[in-house]
């Protein structure tokens, strides 16, 4: 059930995990399932869910792109500023409800366990990038990173980061998950796809 200070808007629903986890499809079958029962929705991503966000997002995935750790996660932030205050937030107070691939905890898992950086310092950035909106309910698609990279055939610059690189930010997404329990939903993610999908919308229609 959300708070008071939410109920006159539309709900803000975000999918997390690591890559390979399946996230994009659950954004299409949640969006669909909510655009069937009436509700407005605007399916999005992060980061590239805007203009400025999706030349961002090419600097960040480029194989080739050489990036300190810090200017990583300073251009992680700028895209959810910008994406927040473009397309997130008009949805929300418009009424429409919000399902993003990726968020705030991509940010502080893979730049904090991932590569380092400390989570006080990760946390108070991010809160000042999306003026500290926070989703209604946050799924977390966990997998095994060795099963999740296994056969492709080329990686982005964040993919070919190591599989310990992504076993600590696989471990990044079970420890945020467990420090708010009430607005988290961790699903297997090599459960049927269609099983996944009816868990998360019974826990978007629990909501209200």
Known sequence: ????????????IVFEGGDGAGKSTQVRLLTEALQGAGRSVVA???????????????ILLDPNA???????????????????????????QQGSDVVCDRYVDSMLAYQGPGRGEPAQDLARLAA?????LVPDLTVVLDMDPADALAGKAELDRLESAGLEFHR????GFLDLAAAAPERYLVLPAREPVHRIAAQVLAAVEALG
């Open 1 to 12: 059930m959300r708070s008071p200070a939410t109920a006159g808007r539309g709900r803000f």
């Open 44 to 58: 999005t991503r992060q980061p590239g869910g805007e203009a400025v966000g999706t030349r961002i997002r090419e």
């Open 66 to 92: 050489t990036l300190s750790d810090r200017c990583e996660a300073l251009l992680y932030a700028a895209d959810k500023a910008q994406h927040v205050d473009q397309v997130v937030h008009p949805a929300l």
């Open 128 to 132: 000042w990038a999306t003026g500290a």
């Open 168 to 171: 600590r930010v696989r471990q």
